[in-house]
């Protein structure tokens, strides 16, 4: 089945600065890219998602790039503020009738 | 709020027992997803259904089971727990199958 690995799994950042997180998948066939934002206690939420078909997104601070040959995708969050802390975590999915494959997390913290 | 409900909110019990968690997906929502996530841990994928049928299959225990019911809510029903079965128990839902999911607030289960 599929593989996600996620790096790293803490980040620390000053606010106002960017922060990077990466994940690699090993199934090519994988198509739909969902990153989830989980704060302490609660429930993660989608904050952004890109699909095969597509290399960039981007949804104001916060974009994701897709790199279908390396088998890599990344989320970039600019500007971070204090209430972008939280554990971060990616996915991938080959689609209809296969299970969401979930990254083990990146704790950001974003230093006021 | 994503709309999907879980029931109870907590729940502390013995070794040994078995016990019931209860999701509501979000209307209109035909796939449910359950999760476990222990502390520290990311989202482990136990299992899926579709519109009533079970559609995938993650590391779900033997002990662990599932069922959709024809208003679409799901329960996971745990028995026989040990220790190590305390964890934070997600139900997402999605549209169809595949595709955003929608978590709910979580079960988290305490077992003594």
């Known amino acids: 089945g599929e593989n996600v690995e996620q790096h790293p799994s803490t980040l620390s950042v000053q606010e106002g600065d960017s922060a990077v997180i990466k994940c690699t998948y090993s199934?090519?066939?994988?198509?739909?890219f969902p990153w989830y934002k989980q704060e302490l206690g609660k429930r993660p939420q989608l904050i952004i998602d890109?699909?095969?078909?597509?290399g960039e997104k981007k949804d104001q601070r916060i974009a994701v790039t897709l790199n279908k040959t390396a088998k890599h995708f990344s989320l970039h969050i600019t500007e971070t503020q204090p209430e972008d802390s939280a554990v971060y975590f990616c996915a991938a999915t080959l689609g209809e009738g296969n299970q969401f494959y979930f990254g083990t997390g990146t704790s950001l913290t974003v230093i006021p | 709020d994503s709309g999907v409900t879980q029931t109870p909110k907590h729940l502390i019990t013995a070794t040994g027992q078995r016990v019931t968690l209860r999701c509501s997906p979000r209307s209109g929502d035909l796939s449910v997803y359950w999760y476990q996530q222990s502390l520290d841990q990311g989202l482990q994928f136990l299992i899926q259904?579709?519109?009533?049928?079970?559609?995938a299959k993650g590391n779900i225990l033997e002990r662990f089971s599932a069922q959709q019911f024809p208003d679409l809510h799901s329960e996971l029903n745990l028995s026989s727990l040990e220790l190590g079965d305390s964890a934070l128990y997600f139900c997402?839902?999605?549209?169809?199958?595949?595709?955003?999911?929608?978590f709910g607030p979580g079960t988290r289960l305490t077992v003594l």
């Open positions: 890109i699909r095969s078909n597509v």
């Open positions: 997402a839902s999605s549209v169809n199958d595949g595709g955003e999911q929608f």
């Open positions: 259904y579709y519109n009533g049928e079970e559609r």
């Open positions: 199934d090519s066939a994988s198509n739909y």
